[in-house]
Each structure stands twice: as structure tokens, then as C-alpha cells.
T-cell receptor, first 115, second 113 residues
Framework: DTGVSQDPRHKITKRGQNVTFRCDPISEHNRLYWYRQTLGQGPEFLTYFQNEAQLEKSRLLSDRFSAERPKGSFSTLEIQRTEQGDSAMYLC?????????????FGPGTRLLVL | AQSVTQLGSHVSVSEGALVLLRCNYS??????LFWYVQYPNQGLQLLLKYTSAATLVKGINGFEAEFKKSETSFHLTKPSAHMSDAAEYFCAVNLSYGNKLVFGAGTILRVKS
């Protein structure tokens, strides 16, 4: 069990550019979540997948954001035409769905700075 | 709708003193509750979770939390603070399995020597 990994760990981009982040969940975990965390706040839910199906998207996820999990393993989060307000830490978590409370295991995050 | 309130954005304690971080939740159904810790520039690590099996939950690093339905609280405690406990702590709630976590705003714990 190698844990959830995210790449890159840091990204600096100019406003208007597109960026893509990758998340590799714990193997055999069928659920994958994306959260966004801004300074001084707790993480906020963006979207989640069960296997390759995207089951829920937050209203925070504007149409500039798109997420995929093509084979039910790794996931990508793309932000098009970045804005300064997109600057945040993007966290990925994975879990194994089961009866009772699932535990979400978080990756180290990707910190995005939009100049 | 679910929500979580963490009282006190910053808490400062002396090394060896009791740690008490407060969390109150709002939920229309019995919730599942979690405490996570975040060290600078890192992701979140699970400290403990309440899943209705027992109201007093023991976690890692000597932390524990007690679920009090009458007070809608899930406060985190540790009898004796250590310098390595300095971090930000988040309380979170979700409804049954397969659901997103709703987090509080976090409490930064400072431990003084």
C-alpha cells in the first residue's frame, strides 16, 4: 500500500493557461474524490468517481473544470483558462466503498498558483 | 444539510498540557464524524472516526474524541501535548457511506515549550 499520490506537487501558471493534475489512488480503491482547499479554510468537495463513473459534481466545479477517471484507476483534473481565483491546494482522496463509514485517504495535494 | 463548526481558529497550549479542540456538527440524520490532521504543505491524515459503534473513539498519536448526541459535539482531546502535535486539525462529517466529506474551517494548534 503506497498511499495516494498526486502529480505535480506544485504548479505555477499564468492566467489563461490550462493545467492538468493527476491523482493515483490506493490500488483497489473504487472511489476517488477531488477537493479544493484555499488558505485558512477546510477542503471543499469538487467531484467524485466510483470506478470510472463520475457520480457527483459540486456547484464549485465551473465548466472550466473537468475531471476524468478513464479506466477506474488514476484520475485527472483539468482547469482551462485559469483565473487567479483558482489558486488553491487541490487534494485527491480515495476510498473503498463498504457498508458503514468509508475512510477517505488523502494524497499530499497539488498547490496551484495562478499569476 | 450537513455542516461543521470548529470553535477557535487557533489554540495554543504548553507542552504537556491538555489539548481540547472543539467541533460541533449539524446533521438531519446520525452522522459519521472524522478528525484529520494536516501538517504544513501536506495532505490530510486521519486521526480517528466515529461510526456509531462506540461514543468514545481512540485514534492515533494519543488522541481521542467523544461523540455527544445531545450536544451535537465531537471534541478532540489529548491528555498531554507534544511539540510534534503542532499542526492544523479538521473535523469532518458525512452521511453514511459513499458520500463527500464536509469539513470545518480547521483549528491551528500551537504547542509552546
Amino acid at each position: 500500500d503506497t498511499g495516494v499520490s498526486q502529480d505535480p506537487r506544485h504548479k505555477i501558471t499564468k492566467r489563461g493557461q490550462n493545467v492538468t493534475f493527476r491523482c493515483d489512488p490506493i490500488s483497489e480503491h473504487n472511489r476517488l474524490y477531488w477537493y479544493r482547499q484555499t488558505l485558512g479554510q477546510g477542503p471543499e468537495f469538487l467531484t467524485y468517481f466510483q470506478n470510472e463513473a463520475q457520480l457527483e459534481k459540486s456547484r464549485l466545479l465551473s465548466d472550466r473544470f473537468s475531471a476524468e477517471r478513464p479506466k477506474g484507476s488514476f484520475s485527472t483534473l483539468e482547469i482551462q483558462r485559469t483565473e487567479q481565483g483558482d489558486s488553491a491546494m487541490y487534494l485527491c482522496a480515495s476510498s473503498l466503498v463498504m457498508v458503514g463509514a468509508e475512510t477517505q485517504y488523502f494524497g499530499p495535494g497539488t498547490r496551484l498558483l495562478v499569476l | 444539510a450537513q455542516s461543521v463548526t470548529q470553535l477557535g481558529s487557533h489554540v495554543s497550549v504548553s507542552e504537556g498540557a491538555l489539548v481540547l479542540l472543539r467541533c460541533n456538527y449539524s446533521s438531519s440524520v446520525p452522522p459519521y464524524l472524522f478528525w484529520y490532521v494536516q501538517y504544513p504543505n501536506q495532505g490530510l491524515q486521519l486521526l480517528l472516526k466515529y461510526t456509531s459503534a462506540a461514543t468514545l473513539v481512540k485514534g492515533i498519536n494519543g488522541f481521542e474524541a467523544e461523540f455527544k448526541k445531545s450536544e451535537t459535539s465531537f471534541h478532540l482531546t489529548k491528555p498531554s501535548a507534544h511539540m510534534s502535535d503542532a499542526a492544523e486539525y479538521f473535523c469532518a462529517v458525512n452521511l453514511s457511506y459513499g458520500n463527500k466529506l464536509v469539513f470545518g474551517a480547521g483549528t491551528i494548534l500551537r504547542v509552546k515549550s
